[in-house]
Each structure stands twice: as structure tokens, then as C-alpha cells.
């Protein structure tokens, strides 16, 4: 009896050992699956923009105007104080909107310090000045200031495009006639990002599903090789049909939406108050460094 469950245990065991042991997904696949499952669930699903939020109920040309004053502002300015406050009125608009602040936060800042932190370290060494232990404190301030700068601009563009409609966002820019061409290469893009971030998913399940092992790192980085070559084809050949079938529509480089516009006492009020606090942080910035 013993000896039965013995060779029982050593049977398990064995099989289990010659189970192929479950490939956890690569950092490079979860990030492409995460960031088309974000854009079609918060842009493409227009999920925040049908929300009953203070800013969804602004005239977009207004909010466009809006949302161009603070950027130009926090462009301008060079007062981290200055900074903090149009950061501020950002956090209070995206809560009026009912945005969830884990999504606006976190999906803005974790991104910031890593591409816009590269292109300011030379300035953390070759800038002179007073040093702290191997940085230059003028460097340092500097990077702060660039980074916040950054971080208020992204907030500011994509809570715009979280709380309107991509149409009304390409019609409000044609109200304030900005060349078509852009438009045009706005729209395009708008259309083809996911489609593209579609197409690499595609290629990641495709070649899971094929595979029965591990593959070795060589063999993996050729397959990133080659799956980049054949992606690009793929995205100049897909670019064509796209805009072959919205040639097929009816487009002609117009833009159109369903919504009317309608200035009303709010929407001049709102555009005001946001004029007037772009002014202060100008203002703010020239006063305080």
C-alpha cells in the first residue's frame, strides 16, 4: 500500500515536473495591452466625456480657449509656486468633471519623470554654479521647473480630451481656423493609433498561440526585429485602405458633429475666470521665483 502511494507520488510528481510551466507575458506585451485597452476605454468609449461633469457642459470653443490660456501660462512661467497653482485649478476642473483621480493622476505622472527626466539630467552636471554633492543647484532647479511644467501642459491636454468629444475637439479648432491640414493629420491619427496598437496585440497573441516553449533571448529579440518590419508594412498599407474608406463616406476634410454650439452666460463666465487665473500665474511667476 505504501509502495502504491509511493509510486502514486512519484507519478504526480514527475508529470508535474514534465508540465510545461505557464510563460508569464513580457513587460513589452502588458504595456502594448494596457495602453489600447486605456485608449479605447477612456478616448475611443468617450466614457468621461458623456459624464454629467462641469466641464462637459462647456461650450468646447470655450474650454479650447480654456485649456490654451493655462497651457501658454504654465509655458511662461518660471515660478514653481505659479505652477502648483494651475496644477491646482486642474485637480478642482477634473474632480468638477467627475474624472477618478487614480486614472488622471497616476496614468499623467508616471509617464513625466521618465521621458521628460532624460532630457534634463545634462543640465543636473554642465550647468555652473553652487553644487550639491555631485549636482548643480541651478541644474536641479531648472529640472524641477522643467518637469512640473511638463506635468501641468500633459494634464491639461489630456483632461481636455478626456471631457470632450474628439469631434467637438477638431470643430472647435476649425472655429478658431486653424489650418485644415492639421486637422486633417489630427484626425487621421486619431483614427489609426488604435488600430495600430490593435495590430501589435494581434501579433503578440498570434505568436503565443503558436508557440510550445521557451525561446531563447536571441530568439526573441529577432522576432521584435521582425515583428517591427512587418508592423510598419502593415500600418503604411492599413493608413491607405483607412483613408480610402473614409473617402468612400463621404469625408472631404470638414469636420462635422452633431452638437450645435451655443455660447451661454456660463461659458463666458468660466472663459473669463480662466483668463484671470492665467493672468495671476503670470503674474505670480514674474513676482515670485
Same mark, same amino acid.
Given at each position: 500500500?505504501?509502495?502504491?502511494?509511493?509510486?502514486?507520488?512519484?507519478?504526480?510528481?514527475?508529470?508535474?515536473?514534465? &508540465?510545461?510551466?505557464?510563460?508569464?507575458?513580457?513587460?513589452?506585451?502588458?504595456?502594448?495591452?494596457?495602453?489600447?485597452?486605456?485608449?479605447?476605454?477612456?478616448?475611443?468609449?468617450?466614457?468621461?466625456?458623456?459624464?454629467?461633469?462641469?466641464?462637459?457642459?462647456?461650450?468646447?470653443?470655450?474650454?479650447?480657449?480654456?485649456?490654451?490660456?493655462?497651457?501658454?501660462?504654465?509655458?511662461?512661467?518660471?515660478?514653481?509656486?505659479?505652477?502648483?497653482?494651475?496644477?491646482?485649478?486642474?485637480?478642482v476642473a477634473a474632480r468638477a468633471s467627475q474624472v477618478p483621480f487614480d486614472f488622471f493622476v497616476k496614468r499623467v505622472w508616471v509617464g513625466i519623470p521618465l521621458f521628460a527626466g532624460i532630457v534634463v539630467i545634462p543640465s543636473l552636471f554642465f550647468i555652473p554654479g553652487d553644487r550639491l554633492l555631485f549636482f548643480s543647484i541651478p541644474g536641479l532647479i531648472s529640472a524641477i521647473i522643467f518637469v512640473a511644467r511638463v506635468g501641468v501642459s500633459v494634464s491639461l491636454a489630456v483632461l481636455l480630451v478626456l471631457?470632450?468629444?474628439?469631434?467637438?475637439?477638431?470643430?472647435?479648432?476649425?472655429?478658431?481656423?486653424?489650418?485644415?491640414?492639421?486637422?486633417?493629420?489630427?484626425?487621421?491619427?486619431?483614427?489609426?493609433?488604435?488600430?495600430?496598437?490593435?495590430?501589435?496585440?494581434?501579433?503578440?497573441?498570434?505568436?503565443?498561440? &503558436?508557440?510550445?516553449?521557451?525561446?531563447?533571448?536571441?530568439?526573441?529579440?529577432?522576432?521584435?526585429?521582425?515583428?517591427?518590419?512587418?508592423?510598419?508594412? &502593415?500600418?503604411?498599407?492599413?493608413?491607405?485602405?483607412?483613408?480610402?474608406?473614409?473617402?468612400?463616406?463621404?469625408?472631404?476634410?470638414?469636420?462635422?458633429?452633431?452638437?450645435?454650439?451655443?455660447?451661454?452666460?456660463?461659458?463666458?463666465?468660466?472663459?473669463?475666470?480662466?483668463?484671470?487665473?492665467?493672468?495671476?500665474?503670470?503674474?505670480?511667476?514674474?513676482?515670485?521665483?
Amino acid at each position: 500500500m505504501t509502495a502504491t502511494t509511493e509510486e502514486r507520488s512519484g507519478l504526480s510528481h514527475s508529470v508535474a515536473k514534465a &508540465r510545461p510551466k505557464k510563460e508569464k507575458p513580457s513587460w513589452l506585451e502588458k504595456t502594448v495591452a494596457g495602453i489600447a485597452e486605456s485608449i479605447q476605454r477612456a478616448v475611443f468609449t468617450e466614457e468621461h466625456a458623456r459624464k454629467d461633469g462641469w466641464l462637459q457642459k462647456v461650450d468646447p470653443r470655450a474650454k479650447l480657449i480654456m485649456f490654451l490660456a493655462l497651457v501658454l501660462a504654465a509655458s511662461i512661467t518660471g515660478s514653481i509656486l505659479a505652477l502648483a497653482l494651475l496644477y491646482a485649478v486642474t485637480l478642482v476642473a477634473a474632480r468638477a468633471s467627475q474624472v477618478p483621480f487614480d486614472f488622471f493622476v497616476k496614468r499623467v505622472w508616471v509617464g513625466i519623470p521618465l521621458f521628460a527626466g532624460i532630457v534634463v539630467i545634462p543640465s543636473l552636471f554642465f550647468i555652473p554654479g553652487d553644487r550639491l554633492l555631485f549636482f548643480s543647484i541651478p541644474g536641479l532647479i531648472s529640472a524641477i521647473i522643467f518637469v512640473a511644467r511638463v506635468g501641468v501642459s500633459v494634464s491639461l491636454a489630456v483632461l481636455l480630451v478626456l471631457v470632450t468629444p474628439w469631434a467637438d475637439v477638431l470643430k472647435s479648432l476649425q472655429a478658431l481656423k486653424v489650418p485644415s491640414i492639421f486637422i486633417l493629420l489630427l484626425s487621421m491619427t486619431y483614427r489609426y493609433i488604435f488600430l495600430f496598437l490593435r495590430s501589435a496585440t494581434g501579433l503578440f497573441e498570434a505568436r503565443k498561440s &503558436r508557440m510550445v516553449g521557451r525561446t531563447s533571448g536571441g530568439e526573441q529579440r529577432s522576432w521584435i526585429t521582425a515583428s517591427m518590419g512587418g508592423l510598419m508594412h &502593415r500600418s503604411f498599407k492599413m493608413s491607405n485602405e483607412v483613408y480610402t474608406a473614409m473617402l468612400a463616406r463621404g469625408f472631404s476634410g470638414q469636420v462635422r458633429s452633431y452638437n450645435s454650439y451655443r455660447m451661454k452666460g456660463g461659458d463666458w463666465l468660466a472663459l473669463a475666470v480662466t483668463v484671470i487665473i492665467a493672468a495671476v500665474a503670470l503674474t505670480l511667476g514674474q513676482l515670485v521665483k
